[in-house]
């Protein structure tokens, strides 16, 4: 092991190559622990590869042509239109490979819940309406009710960033991992990817031994899953398929086999869950084909005019929103993740707070930084037989992004949500909840509305806010 010194002289002679050597200007002020974490941190970064992000040499998407040859993908509506195949042969299909084991979860949990006032990892966050449940076991209570009802084992990845990795590991660990067996639960990290200096390139450093670092957005889960021993369990454990959500939705079907039995009847390597927009310009990615290739194009790059223009019926022509709910098959996760350009980055202008020559702490006020990130669904261009998947916003998209006051994506509005489908699932048997109440189903009760159809009474009325759990008695 090189003494300091040599660990110096190495990392010097590499940074000083692609004019970055400044990020050790602190060395002789701190300690061996700490030159430890920046030697690590400086090794983990592709300079090559940043050189070229900083260049600006990475290919650019032409926006403006894409929308122009922009044209709705491949689809099966809410209804069941547009496919070969029913949905209730896709749902047998989809139950069959769920039943042969060949389903696992991945559940992307990086974020803090800092946008809602909530200092902790957002899966913790409570969202049940009556009891308070958080999105953590919300997705927890789904998956052994799946279990219990296809007699299987669901391995669950639970992908974590920097920020929120000790205390989901501590959150599971305390609580039990949520009833789920631990020997089915692997958490992981996902990766990380430098800031640099908006105007000059330069890596910033966040602390004297410390770069300024941030997650690598959510595509970094095809890395991250290689990385760490995730995508080879799968594969040994007979797992073909991946479910893959992100953790702030709610209302998301977690290995739905009605969508999962659409990806296999499509015989797609890809396949992603849409809402319907409600409107034209709606803050989603647009899911459409252009060249036979499925591909999203975010609402920021959309010109007006293609997002307004409509078909002979008068509806939107590029109608699917993209709501991060996908299933993918392992063996495309192998074949991208051995591809190091198989996920271009995407850059954004941030505030970044950084140390100075001086060692003096700045905080912007103003975007200073370029970060860069990688986004999963841009997997879908290279997907054979990309396909896509209407749900009803009602049904299955109910995101907690927003604190109380916004006018959308609030936790408020989730639980809302949450407790409209589950009475819509007590009227269509029979039942009646009165105005005002709240009600919440888990799936440990019933998973879905004929399940719960045989549980209670056609003509039971629910008069206050009422919690439908394991233990209830009708």
């Given at each position: 092991m090189p003494d300091q010194n040599e660990k110096f002289d190495e990392?010097?002679?590499?940074?000083?190559a692609h004019q970055q050597e400044h990020v050790l200007r602190f060395w002789d002020e701190i300690s061996d622990s700490q030159r430890k974490q920046l030697a690590t941190q400086i090794e983990e970064v592709d300079l090559v590869q940043l050189d070229a992000l900083i260049a600006g040499q990475d290919a650019e998407q032409d926006f403006a042509a894409m929308a122009k040859a922009a044209a709705p993908p491949p689809s099966v509506n809410a209804e069941g239109s547009g496919a070969n195949w029913t949905v209730a042969e896709a749902r047998?299909?989809?139950?069959?490979?769920?039943?042969?084991?060949?389903?696992?979860?991945?559940?992307?949990?990086?974020?803090?819940?800092?946008?809602?006032?909530?200092?902790?990892?957002?899966?913790?966050?409570?969202i049940g309406p009556v009891s308070n449940r958080t999105l953590?076991?919300?997705?927890?209570?789904?998956?052994?009710?799946?279990?219990?009802?296809?007699?299987?084992?669901?391995?669950?990845?639970?992908?974590?960033?920097?920020?929120?990795?000790d205390e989901t590991h501590a959150?599971?660990?305390?609580?039990?991992?949520?009833?789920?067996?631990?020997?089915?639960?692997?958490?992981?990290?996902?990766?990380?990817?430098?800031?640099?200096?908006?105007?000059?390139?330069?890596?910033?450093?966040?602390?004297?031994?410390?770069?300024?670092?941030?997650?690598?957005?959510?595509?970094?889960?095809?890395?991250?899953?290689?990385r760490s021993g995730c995508l080879q369990e799968a594969k040994d454990r007979g797992v073909r398929q991946l479910a893959y959500i992100q953790v702030d939705n709610p209302l998301a079907h977690l290995c739905d086999p009605t969508l999962l039995g659409h990806h296999l009847m499509a015989e797609s390597e890809m396949t992603t869950q849409v809402i319907r927009k409600r409107y034209a310009t709606e803050r989603v990615g647009n899911v459409v084909s252009i060249d036979g290739q499925v591909q999203i194009i975010e609402y920021s790059d959309l010109p007006d005019s293609a997002a307004e223009a409509t078909d002979q019926e008068g509806q939107l022509r590029l109608w699917a929103g993209n709501i991060a709910v996908h299933i993918i098959d392992v063996d495309f996760l192998q074949r991208a993740s051995d591809s190091s350009d198989a996920l271009p980055f995407h850059r954004a202008r941030k505030k970044v707070p950084y140390l100075d020559a001086a060692g003096l702490v700045h905080d912007p006020a103003?975007?200073?930084?370029?970060?860069?990130?990688?986004?999963i669904f841009d997997l879908l261009p290279q997907a054979k037989n990309a396909f896509v998947a209407e749900v009803l916003p009602c049904q299955g998209f109910a995101p907690v992004k927003n604190a109380e006051g916004a006018a959308t994506d609030t936790a408020?509005?989730?639980?809302?949500?949450?407790?409209?489908?589950?009475?819509?699932?007590?009227?269509?048997?029979?039942?009646?909840?009165?105005?005002?109440?709240?009600v919440e189903i888990n799936p440990l009760f019933a998973i879905n509305p004929e399940e719960l159809s045989g549980k209670i009474s056609p003509k039971m009325q629910v008069q206050t806010d009422r919690y439908f759990d394991t233990l209830s008695r009708l």
């Amino acid at each position: 092991m090189p003494d300091q010194n040599e660990k110096f002289d190495e990392l010097h002679n590499r940074l000083k190559a692609h004019q970055q050597e400044h990020v050790l200007r602190f060395w002789d002020e701190i300690s061996d622990s700490q030159r430890k974490q920046l030697a690590t941190q400086i090794e983990e970064v592709d300079l090559v590869q940043l050189d070229a992000l900083i260049a600006g040499q990475d290919a650019e998407q032409d926006f403006a042509a894409m929308a122009k040859a922009a044209a709705p993908p491949p689809s099966v509506n809410a209804e069941g239109s547009g496919a070969n195949w029913t949905v209730a042969e896709a749902r047998q299909r989809g139950e069959q490979a769920i039943r042969d084991g060949q389903v696992g979860a991945v559940i992307v949990a990086g974020g803090q819940g800092t946008r809602l006032g909530f200092p902790q990892p957002k899966g913790m966050f409570p969202i049940g309406p009556v009891s308070n449940r958080t999105l953590f076991q919300f997705f927890a209570d789904r998956l052994i009710a799946i279990q219990q009802a296809y007699s299987v084992k669901i391995p669950l990845f639970v992908m974590t960033s920097e920020a929120t990795d000790d205390e989901t590991h501590a959150y599971f660990k305390e609580h039990d991992y949520l009833g789920l067996s631990p020997n089915d639960v692997v958490i992981f990290k996902q990766g990380t990817m430098p800031a640099v200096d908006a105007e000059t390139g330069k890596l910033l450093l966040a602390e004297k031994d410390s770069l300024a670092l941030s997650p690598d957005g959510h595509g970094g889960t095809v890395a991250a899953l290689q990385r760490s021993g995730c995508l080879q369990e799968a594969k040994d454990r007979g797992v073909r398929q991946l479910a893959y959500i992100q953790v702030d939705n709610p209302l998301a079907h977690l290995c739905d086999p009605t969508l999962l039995g659409h990806h296999l009847m499509a015989e797609s390597e890809m396949t992603t869950q849409v809402i319907r927009k409600r409107y034209a310009t709606e803050r989603v990615g647009n899911v459409v084909s252009i060249d036979g290739q499925v591909q999203i194009i975010e609402y920021s790059d959309l010109p007006d005019s293609a997002a307004e223009a409509t078909d002979q019926e008068g509806q939107l022509r590029l109608w699917a929103g993209n709501i991060a709910v996908h299933i993918i098959d392992v063996d495309f996760l192998q074949r991208a993740s051995d591809s190091s350009d198989a996920l271009p980055f995407h850059r954004a202008r941030k505030k970044v707070p950084y140390l100075d020559a001086a060692g003096l702490v700045h905080d912007p006020a103003q975007p200073n930084a370029t970060k860069f990130e990688r986004f999963i669904f841009d997997l879908l261009p290279q997907a054979k037989n990309a396909f896509v998947a209407e749900v009803l916003p009602c049904q299955g998209f109910a995101p907690v992004k927003n604190a109380e006051g916004a006018a959308t994506d609030t936790a408020s509005l989730a639980r809302q949500a949450i407790s409209e489908l589950h009475q819509s699932w007590i009227e269509s048997s029979g039942g009646v909840v009165d105005s005002g109440v709240q009600v919440e189903i888990n799936p440990l009760f019933a998973i879905n509305p004929e399940e719960l159809s045989g549980k209670i009474s056609p003509k039971m009325q629910v008069q206050t806010d009422r919690y439908f759990d394991t233990l209830s008695r009708l």
